[in-house]
């Protein structure tokens, strides 16, 4: 079965940006989503996934993903996807044996600017550099999914 622990967190300020390891730009919408599932497709580069996640509340959730034609996702993402599409530029920072994941997002979610970190279990002990703040991990908001509904230029101050 696949399986994703993920926390995720708001970020403080821009001191991870020094330890950037690469960067991937990212389009992606939802095809369905329902109390139960959610189905993206995610354009990253020359890459494209389709993407199959439990809507489960919390640090884990089931996901598949599977690889599909470019130029179906494209098709997908202009003609079937709920809007607006999700826009974002995700860097990659290694700090000790984790790779943290920031998010930093376009167009209706400008401004938002996420860190995520995937674990083995749940309770899996990691270095948490400065840069990071608040646990955000049960807080639909901070869904991607969720921000396709309520994006972030929508939410109060």
């Known amino acids: 079965m696949a399986r ?24 992606q919408g939802y095809l369905a989503s329902d109390g139960r599932v ?17 809507a489960t509340l919390g640090v884990e959730r089931l996901e598949y993903e599977y690889e599909i034609p470019l130029d179906e996702a494209h098709e997908l993402l202009d003609r079937l996807a709920d809007g607006p ?9 290694e700090a000790g044996t984790h790779t943290w994941e920031v998010d930093v997002f376009e167009g209706d979610n400008q401004g938002l600017v ?3 970190i995937e674990l083995a279990s749940p309770d899996e002990a990691f ?31």
């Not at 840069?131 to 972030?152: M, Q």
């Open 85 to 93: 599409l999700i826009e974002k530029t995700r860097y990659y920072i």
């Open 127 to 157: 270095d948490r550099p400065d840069w990071i703040g608040e646990e955000v991990s049960h807080d639909p908001r901070y869904y991607n999914v969720c921000l396709v509904r309520n994006p972030y230029r929508n939410w109060d101050a």
């Open 38 to 54: 959610s189905i993206r497709v995610r354009v990253s580069d020359a890459r494209a996934h389709l993407n199959i996640k439990s």
């Open 114 to 116: 996420v860190a995520e």
């Open 4 to 27: 994703e622990i993920e926390r995720k967190f708001l970020v403080r300020h821009d001191g991870w940006k020094d330890a950037v390891s690469r960067q991937v730009h990212y389009r």
